[in-house]
Antibody, heavy 118, light 113 residues
Framework: EVQLLESGGGLGQPGGSLRLSCTASGFTFSTYVMTWIRQAPGKGLEWVSSILGSGGTTYYADSVKGRFTISRDNSKNTLFLQMNSLRVDDTATYYC???????????WGQGTLVTVSS | DIVMTQSPDSLAVSLGERATINCRSSQSILYRSNSKNYLAWYQQKPGQPPKLLIDWASGREFGVSDRFSASGSGTDFTLTISSLQAEDVAVYHCLQYYNTPWTFGQGTKVEIK
């Protein structure tokens, strides 16, 4: 059974940093593209970032480019999102998800809530 | 970026009746070389992550009820729930995965009338 478990959410200060993790099991982690998608409270879904299986290629939404860094450790089946220079509008539930190239996100974690507030 | 627009924002349907949700993309998401529309539909129940229902505009995922069907091509797409059940109350999202950045519609909330 595919499982994706996010962690690392919580309260962050504007201008501060948080690091999210997503631990995967039940599939061959290194063969899937991994992505972070967020959802502000009561709002729609926003794609944030994706990373190919090898980890060598990454993609970012303009809203987080230069502030967030996606990475993965295939030896530990773990995906990361380093979030720097946090802004109030980064407040959201952050989901990790997996997909094959050219296909939509097929499995999602339960999400971790990030709240940015002073 | 491709803008995805869903309509309506919400709808209330009686149990057993049909619910129809529309999704329009600002440009075609039909990839001509393989004749596939890069459009997915997700169902999100309160407090849960989205669940993939439909991919390639009309392909129902394994285990998804056949009450759910979808159609469309190019820029206009539709998700239909043929006979609404209580467990179908949720927010439904369309997604284009034709190119990066992926973009979602704003969501349609389906409730029981």
């Amino acid at each position: 059974e595919v499982q994706l478990l996010e962690s690392g959410g919580g309260l962050g200060q504007p201008g501060g940093s948080l690091r999210l993790s997503c631990t995967a099991s039940g599939f061959t982690f290194s063969t899937y593209v991994m992505t972070w998608i967020r959802q502000a409270p009561g709002k729609g879904l926003e794609w944030v970032s994706s990373i190919l299986g090898s980890g060598g290629t990454t993609y970012y939404a303009d809203s987080v480019k230069g502030r967030f860094t996606i990475s993965r450790d295939n030896s530990k089946n773990t995906l990361f999102l380093q979030m720097n220079s946090l802004r109030v509008d980064d407040t959201a539930t952050y989901y990790c998800a997996k997909y094959q190239i050219g296909s939509p996100a097929e499995s999602w974690g339960q999400g971790t809530l990030v709240t940015v507030s002073s | 970026d491709i803008v995805m627009t869903q309509s309506p924002d919400s709808l209330a349907v009686s149990l057993g009746e049909r619910a129809t949700i529309n999704c329009r993309s600002s440009q075609s998401i039909l990839y001509r070389s393989n004749s596939k529309n890069y459009l997915a539909w997700y169902q999100q129940k309160p407090g849960q992550p989205p669940k993939l229902l439909i991919d390639w505009a009309s392909g129902r995922e394994f285990g998804v009820s056949d009450r759910f069907s979808a159609s469309g091509s190019g820029t206009d797409f539709t998700l239909t729930i043929s006979s609404l059940q209580a467990e179908d109350v949720a927010v439904y999202h369309c997604l284009q995965y034709y190119n990066t950045p992926w973009t979602f519609g704003q969501g349609t909330k389906v409730e029981i009338k």
